[in-house]
């Protein structure tokens, strides 16, 4: 029950910034956008949420438009370890509605 | 290494086989939770406890079978299952059922012959 729309897949150089981007462009008053991510074989992993303020933490950044109907999911300096597929969810925060994950986006960091 | 600990983390089995999947977590959490990722589908969340009760079921079969005896550990109990069954388990802890973060186990692959 995905909500949002992320490219399938993006490549990033290593030491630059990726920008993640998704699409939530139903998303209600007081939902709030969550992003995880799964390294190969491995479970996925908490990064950052967010309402309608920007966020940062040690591992990203989370830029909410205006309007809502999207955000931007920043890893300021890409590493190999980033290689991951990084998931946006959408979710009423904090009521027992659990996380729908959709297909993420497959992000590849080059060398 | 996330608190969360899962075994086995490779399992074959056959069809007519019984199995059980373990789950612990060393976190203090009360919500536990079992998901499955099949190749190419996104994550499916199966099961939710919160303090030892079933709190979601979402329309998984009943050849597959939780038990939470303790909010420390969850099990998922496995019988008669299908080729179809074959994926990674994951379980997840979160404080409470709804948290923000959830800490989720390397998963269990289960191949089903």
């Known amino acids: 029950d995905a909500k949002t729309t992320q490219p399938p897949s993006m490549d990033c150089a290593e030491g630059r910034a990726a920008n993640l981007p998704c699409n939530h462009s139903t998303i209600s008053g007081n939902e709030y956008v969550y992003w995880y991510r799964q390294i190969h074989s491995q479970g996925p992993q908490y990064i950052i949420h967010?309402?309608?303020n920007n966020e940062t933490n040690e591992m990203a950044s989370l830029i909410i438009t205006e309007d809502r109907k999207s955000s931007t999911l920043i890893l300021p300096h890409a590493t190999l370890r980033d290689t991951a597929v990084y998931y946006c969810?959408?979710?009423?925060?904090?009521?027992?509605?659990?996380?729908?994950f959709g297909t993420g986006t497959s992000l590849t960091v080059i060398p | 290494e996330t608190g969360v600990t899962q075994t086995p983390r490779h399992l074959v089995m056959g069809m007519t086989n019984k199995k059980s999947l373990k789950c612990e977590q060393h976190l203090g959490h009360n919500a536990m939770y079992w998901y499955k990722q099949s190749a190419k589908k996104p994550l499916e969340l199966m099961f939710v406890?919160?303090?030892?009760?079933?709190?979601e079921n979402n329309s998984v079969p009943s050849r597959f079978s939780p038990e939470c005896p303790n909010s420390s550990h969850l099990f998922l109990h496995l019988h008669t299952l299908q080729p179809e069954d074959s994926a990674l388990y994951l379980c997840?802890?979160?404080?409470?059922?709804?948290?923000?973060?959830?800490?989720f186990g390397p998963g269990t692959r289960l191949t089903v012959t």
């Open positions: 969810i959408v979710r009423v925060f904090n009521t027992g509605n659990q996380f729908y």
């Open positions: 967010g309402l309608k």
């Open positions: 997840a802890s979160s404080q409470q059922t709804g948290e923000p973060e959830q800490y």
């Open positions: 406890y919160s303090l030892e009760e079933r709190v």
